[in-house]
């Protein structure tokens, strides 16, 4: 059980009971916006010869682990912090330091065996009180966002709190100090750091990997937060929304770390949220196995089914997932947080040679993957499907686009154009075609880019035998043979046949948040051999502007006595938890509790993978899809009548209606 104790009157222990703790749902969309790296806060480097935050690579465990205890001291001092080198100005911030050591972001590992007896001696330096907390999911108990056991630490003081590891799993623990923008993030500067419980009989020498998210505001940033009291603040700045850093490890891309594995490796990761933004997890050309998933709204959420294979899986705020992943095929990959807004530069973070702000900054991680014999190679050339894919921009048709971020501003449309032996599919909007491939058919796409500034595409959850096809520029490949940008007026060829039958998405992946929202995005369906398309499969394709690109959809008619196949996707740039239900409500008074007008389907696939069948079992139909998610779904209507697809963002007690698709069951 939780204890505390402490050195002197001024440090008491408590149980941390917030009013906040639902605070992620009010102002997702604040932090979100804040995409890039840190300016100058009010404390600058004039301030004092401050210590310097380290980044933090989570392979060594802190503190003393002796006859079953461990014991971990630290201080939270202010610090110095750059983004990534002294070549920018440095912000100040609170940090954990261990004694005689650099303060590190995030802080110090905690890693215990189960069963372990956890010691924290924590020193505050600040000039405020600091009050330390750790979820007490640690030792049994409830997983919510208000269940901490914590202690307060007045300044000066060292306060200690004693828990014991009972539950397996990967925790965050963290500290905050008094008002201002602590209110919103729940974290003061970057006092957080991952707890991880090893299962009783794990290997001493654990074979995984620790990466912690985390997400800084700048002195700026939490000064106008704390003034505002209000979720929906602007910080102002060249770019409109700026003054937070994203980072994994204390680094941002292009610096974060670059991980090397080997063609038929077993990769383990544990990936944790320590902040209050959600992070859709993507993984470029493989599927990953979410062998465990928690946190304090997992269950408000929703959890991934046991073993779950994903390529993309939503981490909410605090949340944690242990995945396995096995790269088959050597090159360079990546994993990222699908929320665009995060991976996008702003004056500060934007490279020199990145006048556009168009190259991705971050939540990324690079994978190096070398190869082995006995790789598969690439299909005959005669055998390949010849598609062209022509990347156009219709002036006249203006669309609201985050550019610069921040600032919603119209710009023009865009869109692909499909062409096949003479056939062209034109949507007339900003929105591409549905790509209709066959499983185990080699297909060679030819994007020929007709714009005036440089794009590329990902085959999002395709399984790429290249990595060079993969559509990252400057990053997919191997050695020096690097995807290009495809420049206006050129042209890039991917090959690649698609292993299984599926729900995919194919997008820009130059400058996302804006060639994405002006319609560089849609569907790729890969279907078995043989099977034609059915008028009972249908494609709700959400982008944020519109359902397939329109925003006041047409009637979808269903077929009362036969089963209709529900592919949902969610690329949108801002409505990161995304509802969508299907219901007999005749009105929008749907809240996110219990609709008993909800009907009730089957599920089939998650993100193009089909589900073992114990899981295809039916249920309500409400399911959150984040970005970079697909979710198949099967409904067989009983008889004539009226439904409506619903989309709404977690927002307030109802949720924000977003879209209705209306419904005719014939």
Same mark, same amino acid.
């Given at each position: 059980?939780?204890?505390?104790?402490?050195?002197?009157?001024?440090?008491?222990?408590?149980?941390? %009971?917030? &009013?906040?703790?639902?605070?992620?749902?009010?102002?997702?969309?604040?932090?979100?916006?804040?995409? $890039?790296?840190?300016?100058?806060?009010? !404390?600058?480097?004039?301030?004092?010869?401050?210590?310097?935050?380290?980044?933090?690579?989570?392979?060594?465990?802190?503190?003393?682990?002796?006859?079953?205890?461990?014991?971990?001291?630290?201080? @939270? !001092? *202010?610090?110095?912090?750059?983004?990534?080198?002294?070549?920018?100005?440095?912000?100040?911030?609170? @940090?954990?330091?261990?004694?005689?050591?650099?303060?590190?972001?995030?802080?110090?590992?905690?890693?215990?065996?189960?069963?372990?007896?956890?010691?924290?001696?924590?020193?505050?330096?600040?000039?405020?009180?600091?009050?330390?907390?750790?979820?007490?999911?640690?030792?049994?108990? =409830?997983?919510?966002?208000?269940?901490?056991?914590? %202690?307060?630490?007045?300044?000066?003081?060292?306060?200690?709190?004693?828990?014991?590891?009972?539950?397996?799993?990967?925790?965050?623990?963290?500290?905050?100090?008094?008002?201002?923008?602590?209110?919103?993030?729940?974290?003061?500067?970057?006092?957080?750091? @991952?707890?991880?419980?090893?299962?009783?009989?794990?290997?001493?020498?654990?074979?995984?990997?620790?990466?912690?998210?985390?997400?800084?505001?700048?002195?700026?940033?939490?000064?106008?937060?704390?003034?505002?009291?209000?979720?929906?603040?602007?910080?102002?700045?060249?770019?409109?929304?700026?003054?937070?850093?994203?980072?994994?490890?204390?680094?941002?891309?292009?610096?974060?770390?670059?991980?090397?594995?080997?063609?038929?490796?077993?990769?383990?990761?544990?990936?944790?949220?320590?902040?209050?933004?959600?992070?859709?997890?993507?993984?470029?050309?493989?599927?990953?196995?979410?062998?465990?998933?928690?946190?304090?709204?997992?269950?408000?959420?929703?959890?991934?089914?046991?073993?779950?294979?994903?390529? =993309?899986?939503?981490?909410?705020?605090?949340?944690?997932?242990?995945?396995?992943?096995?790269?088959?095929?050597?090159?360079?990959?990546?994993?990222?947080?699908?929320? /665009?807004?995060?991976?996008?530069?702003?004056?500060?973070?934007?490279?020199?040679?990145?006048?556009?702000?168009?190259?991705?900054?971050?939540?990324?991680?690079?994978?190096?993957?070398?190869?082995?014999?006995?790789?598969?190679?690439?299909? &005959?050339?005669?055998?390949?499907?010849?598609?062209?894919?022509?990347?156009?921009?219709?002036?006249?048709?203006?669309?609201?686009?985050?550019?610069?971020?921040?600032?919603?501003?119209?710009?023009?449309?865009?869109?692909?154009?499909?062409? *096949?032996?003479?056939?062209?599919?034109?949507?007339?909007?900003?929105?591409?075609?549905?790509?209709?491939?066959?499983?185990?058919?080699?297909?060679?796409?030819?994007?020929?880019?007709?714009?005036?500034?440089?794009?590329?595409?990902?085959?999002?959850?395709?399984?790429?035998?290249?990595?060079?096809?993969?559509? /990252?520029?400057?990053?997919?490949?191997?050695?020096?043979?690097?995807?290009?940008?495809?420049?206006?007026?050129?042209?890039?060829?991917?090959?690649? =046949?698609?292993?299984?039958?599926?729900?995919?998405?194919?997008?820009?992946?130059?400058?996302?948040?804006?060639? *994405?929202?002006?319609?560089?995005?849609?569907?790729?369906?890969?279907?078995?051999?043989?099977?034609?398309?059915?008028?009972?499969?249908? %494609?709700?394709?959400? !982008?944020?502007? $519109?359902?397939?690109?329109?925003?006041?959809?047409?009637?979808?008619?269903?077929?009362?006595?036969?089963? /209709?196949?529900?592919?949902?996707?969610?690329?949108?740039?801002? *409505?990161?938890?995304?509802?969508?239900?299907?219901?007999?409500?005749?009105?929008?008074?749907?809240?996110?509790?219990?609709? =008993?007008?909800?009907?009730?389907?089957?599920?089939?696939?998650?993100?193009?993978? &089909?589900?073992?069948?114990?899981?295809?079992?039916?249920?309500?139909?409400?399911?959150?899809?984040?970005?970079?998610?697909?979710? &198949?779904?099967?409904?067989?209507?009983?008889?004539?009548?009226?439904?409506?697809?619903?989309?709404?963002?977690?927002?307030?007690?109802?949720?924000?209606?977003?879209?209705?698709?209306?419904?005719?069951?014939?």
């Amino acid at each position: 059980m939780f204890s505390a104790q402490y050195e002197n009157s001024a440090v008491a222990p408590n149980r941390f %009971v917030a &009013d906040g703790g639902g605070l992620p749902l009010r102002l997702l969309a604040a932090l979100a916006l804040l995409s $890039g790296t840190l300016v100058m806060g009010a !404390k600058s480097a004039s301030s004092g010869a401050l210590p310097v935050v380290q980044p933090n690579r989570n392979v060594e465990r802190a503190g003393a682990l002796r006859n079953g205890v461990l014991t971990v001291t630290l201080e @939270a !001092k *202010e610090s110095h912090f750059w983004i990534d080198g002294p070549s920018r100005p440095p912000t100040t911030v609170e @940090a954990f330091s261990e004694p005689g050591k650099q303060p590190q972001m995030p802080g110090p590992l905690a890693r215990v065996p189960q069963g372990a007896q956890i010691r924290f001696s924590v020193r505050n330096s600040l000039s405020s009180p600091l009050t330390f907390f750790v979820p007490a999911s640690v030792h049994g108990d =409830t997983d919510q966002t208000t269940a901490l056991d914590s %202690v307060v630490v007045a300044p000066g003081a060292v306060g200690q709190l004693v828990t014991r590891a009972k539950a397996p799993g990967n925790y965050v623990y963290r500290a905050t100090t008094p008002g201002g923008a602590n209110a919103v993030t729940l974290l003061a500067g970057v006092l957080a750091g @991952a707890l991880v419980v090893d299962t009783a009989g794990a290997p001493a020498r654990p074979k995984d990997r620790v990466f912690v998210i985390m997400a800084t505001l700048d002195s700026a940033a939490a000064t106008h937060l704390a003034e505002s009291h209000s979720p929906d603040f602007a910080v102002g700045g060249p770019n409109g929304f700026e003054g937070i850093s994203f980072t994994i490890n204390g680094r941002a891309w292009p610096n974060t770390e670059r991980i090397p594995g080997i063609v038929g490796d077993s990769l383990h990761w544990r990936v944790m949220n320590a902040s209050n933004v959600p992070h859709p997890m993507h993984m470029h050309g493989f599927y990953y196995r979410v062998d465990a998933f928690g946190g304090p709204s997992a269950d408000q959420f929703g959890h991934p089914a046991p073993r779950q294979m994903v390529v =993309t899986q939503l981490l909410p705020p605090w949340a944690a997932m242990s995945m396995t992943w096995s790269p088959d095929r050597p090159g360079n990959w990546i994993f990222h947080c699908h929320f /665009a807004l995060h991976n996008m530069p702003d004056s500060m973070a934007a490279a020199a040679n990145d006048p556009r702000m168009r190259d991705m900054v971050g939540l990324v991680l690079g994978v190096n993957v070398a190869g082995r014999p006995g790789v598969r190679g690439a299909a &005959d050339p005669e055998r390949y499907r010849h598609l062209r894919l022509v990347a156009t921009v219709n002036s006249l048709l203006k669309i609201g686009v985050l550019n610069p971020p921040g600032r919603y501003i119209p710009e023009p449309s865009m869109r692909f154009i499909l062409e *096949e032996h003479g056939r062209r599919v034109d949507t007339k909007r900003a929105f591409s075609p549905e790509l209709d491939l066959t499983r185990g058919e080699p297909v060679s796409i030819t994007i020929v880019n007709h714009l005036p500034e440089p794009t590329s595409v990902h085959w999002h959850g395709i399984e790429i035998e290249d990595s060079y096809m993969d559509g /990252a520029p400057g990053v997919s490949g191997e050695g020096t043979r690097l995807t290009p940008e495809i420049a206006p007026g050129d042209s890039f060829e991917a090959r690649f =046949t698609p292993p299984r039958s599926g729900t995919f998405m194919y997008h820009a992946h130059v400058d996302e948040p804006r060639e *994405e929202q002006a319609g560089l995005e849609g569907a790729l369906i890969v279907r078995d051999p043989g099977s034609p398309l059915s008028p009972d499969d249908h %494609v709700f394709f959400f !982008k944020g502007a $519109g359902i397939n690109g329109e925003r006041n959809p047409d009637t979808v008619v269903f077929h009362a006595g036969r089963p /209709a196949r529900l592919r949902f996707f969610n690329l949108a740039n801002w *409505e990161v938890m995304t509802f969508f239900s299907l219901t007999a409500r005749p009105d929008s008074a749907l809240g996110l509790a219990n609709d =008993t007008l909800l009907v009730r389907w089957r599920s089939l696939a998650k993100d193009g993978f &089909d589900l073992p069948a114990a899981q295809q079992h039916p249920r309500p139909a409400r399911q959150l899809v984040s970005m970079g998610e697909t979710y &198949d779904f099967e409904y067989t209507p009983l008889h004539k009548g009226t439904l409506r697809l619903e989309l709404r963002e977690l927002r307030g007690p109802q949720g924000k209606l977003l879209f209705r698709v209306p419904i005719r069951v014939e």
